[in-house]
């Protein structure tokens, strides 16, 4: 997720180097802080949806959940793709009513996901880069199609 990302990324901000280095240093403090607090296999690692956020999820008139939109998919850790949903919808507004909004579809979400499977002491820690993540990821996305990729 970062590293193709971030590929999509340097053409794009080549004519800002400085801007670069910063968004460099924090795929490379995310990947290393990934790394560090989770194993690479199962459950930690594995099949991905790449892009989890409340719009690519529908509902059934019973109330049962669709996820779709997999093109961001593949291996993977969980809590990147966890920390993903996290950024979402409104991840830019700082605001207090957006943030107390976001904190509480986070917390609703991840209380609802772990009804099913318990996340670990690594992955909580690394749900914190939300934003990093969310930034990455968008913004690579963005640019990749942009440039026709």
Do not use: Q
Not at 18 to 38: C, G, M, P, Q
Not at 109 to 134: K, T
């Amino acid at each position: 997720m970062l590293d193709d990302n971030l590929a999509a990324i340097r053409p794009g901000a080549a004519h800002r180097p400085d801007d670069l280095a910063i968004i460099e240093r924090i795929a490379a403090y995310t990947k290393a802080f990934v790394h560090d607090n989770l194993p690479r296999c199962a459950p930690e690692h594995g099949p991905c949806h790449g892009d989890l956020h409340g719009a690519d999820v529908l509902y059934t008139d019973a109330g049962d959940p669709g996820i779709f939109d997999f093109e961001s998919s593949g291996a993977g850790f969980r809590a990147l793709d966890l920390a993903v949903y996290g950024g979402s919808p409104d991840w830019m507004d700082t605001g207090r009513e957006a943030t107390a909004r976001r904190e509480r579809g986070i917390s609703e979400f991840l209380d609802g996901y772990e009804s099913v499977r318990e996340l670990s002491d690594g992955e909580r820690a690394v749900l914190g880069l939300d934003n990093a993540v969310h930034h990455n990821l968008s913004d690579g996305t963005c640019l990749a199609v942009l440039d026709g990729a």
